[in-house]
């Protein structure tokens, strides 16, 4: 079963190199097709100098693409050959401590069976610490409830001030008496085999911190089950291949673990972005950690279901990162003593900025010269492969990720429409960052589908 799996695996990352050779047959025949159609395009300054800016763009998405297929590919047979986490008895009971903390805020819908699956833990040895950030509903006293439940588990309930996540997550850790800290959102649902999947990766003194597989537990309509193809394609295989180099950019709110003296050591979270987990892994890799992914570690989460809510999220994201960026932007102009920190904060800024606006300005620039030049072929040719890129994609990461395969078919529109309007939410982001404008923190209503 595992061999017809890797040859499948082989076949497509063929497909998908084969399929962006095929993208540039198509174009050419097309432009070929109509004569001199390219010469006149070409004599325009303007379209010229914005079609070689996009051919630019094109070619780093494609050395971008093949990148991360390979490495998330080479980081997958890592994980095929490392297996599974096991332990003899003496190695159980011999486990570190770990403490699983919990910042909760208004999640009185989600927050008992988000701690009741950490009562499930397949580990011998760990606490919970629950940290009410200042609720104005009923998650304290659901949060005791649960802790009163528990018999073997040690859950300690506190409540304080509102003071933002990043200030519950440093009480938190204050409060931690394990080795190894795991951190959480009060909205997710955690694997039982999550702490030994994790903890088995600081064995290597080197490695800080393990970003865990986040996934959609509520794909009810057809924006939370795009984001279920996003969460599997968008962001699982790219940090597969970040952490094939040991250099996951972003460890997930919803499950990161960490060494706690490396946690105290750079200081804890900073408050100061919207994007508290982003900043934190910046200063553990300035500090030159690694950070490892562990796909077999997995939160379940709550994502929105409607697009007011999508958007505002993405929103947010984006500018917490673009705050986490500008606080080491040294590093971009620094190589040699930014590090990998260096190719991380300008990967970065390609996927937060300069692609989303690339890809609307493609979009409107496509448009116009198809109907302005007759190129229509081609645009319809290049609409046709992008998409079929995409479903090669999704099959080659829902193959690894042992996902859904009805989330495949949903690639279609995320090529025609959930992208842009991704990209228009990041751009509008990106230019109130860059203005200055106050923004909140925008918490999303949960539906309690834990």
């Not at 996003?230 to 709110?253: C, D, F, H, T, W």
């Not at 919207?274 to 890799?285: Q, R």
């Not at 800024?349 to 081609?378: A, K, M, R």
Request: glycine share 6%; proline share 3%.
């Amino acid at each position: 079963m595992v061999k017809r799996k890797h040859v499948a695996l082989w076949l497509i990352i063929g497909a998908l190199f084969a399929s962006l050779g095929v993208t540039a047959y198509l174009a050419y025949r097309s432009i070929h097709a109509h004569g001199g159609s390219l010469w006149v395009l070409l004599q325009n300054g303007v379209l010229t100098a914005v079609s070689l800016y996009l051919l630019l763009i094109l070619i780093l998405l494609v050395v971008r693409y093949g990148v991360v297929i390979l490495c998330s590919f080479m980081d997958h047979l890592e994980s095929i050959q490392r297996g599974p986490a096991k332990y003899t008895e003496a190695e159980l009971n011999s486990l570190p401590m770990v403490s699983l903390v919990v910042p909760a805020y208004n999640e009185g819908l989600v927050i008992q069976p988000a701690i009741r699956s950490l009562l499930q833990m397949d580990y011998p040895n760990y606490e919970i610490i629950v940290i009410d950030d200042g609720s104005t509903d009923d998650t304290y006293e659901k949060a005791l409830v649960v802790a009163g439940e528990s018999v073997d588990i040690p859950i300690r309930v506190i409540t304080k001030r509102n003071a933002g996540k990043a200030e519950a997550l440093n009480t938190g850790m204050s409060l931690a008496k394990g080795e190894f800290i795991l951190n959480m959102d009060g909205d997710s649902k955690l694997s039982s085999n999550t702490l030994k999947e994790c903890v088995r990766h600081f064995s290597d003194p080197r490695v800080a911190a393990v970003a865990g597989n986040v996934k959609v537990i509520n794909r009810s309509n057809i924006w939370s089950r795009i984001q279920a193809l996003e969460y599997v394609e968008g962001l699982a295989m790219a940090r597969k291949a970040q952490s094939y180099a040991r250099v996951v950019n972003i460890i997930p709110g919803p499950l990161g673990m960490f060494r706690k003296s490396v946690l105290q050591e750079v200081g804890g979270y900073d408050h100061r972005t919207f994007a508290e987990d982003c900043d934190l892994t910046l200063k553990l890799l300035v500090n030159g950690w690694h950070i490892i992914y562990e796909a077999r570690a997995v939160a379940w989460v709550e994502t929105p279901t409607s697009l007011l809510n999508l958007l505002k999220q993405r929103y947010r994201w984006t500018r917490g990162i673009l705050q986490a960026t500008a606080k080491h932007k040294w590093a971009l102009w620094h190589p040699r003593k930014g590090g990998v920190n260096f190719y991380i904060l300008w990967y970065m800024i390609f996927e937060g900025i300069i692609w989303p606006f690339s890809n609307l300005l493609s979009n409107v620039f496509f448009i116009y010269v198809s109907l302005q030049y007759g190129l229509i072929v081609l645009l319809f040719y290049w609409w046709v492969q992008l998409t079929l890129l995409d479903l090669i994609a999704a099959t080659y990461c829902c193959i690894i990720e042992d996902e859904d395969p009805a989330i495949i078919p949903y690639a279609v529109l995320f090529r025609l429409v959930y992208i842009n309007i991704i990209d228009i939410a990041k751009v509008l982001a990106t230019i109130e960052e860059w203005r200055g404008l106050s923004m909140t923190w925008g918490k999303l209503d949960r539906e309690g589908s834990l």
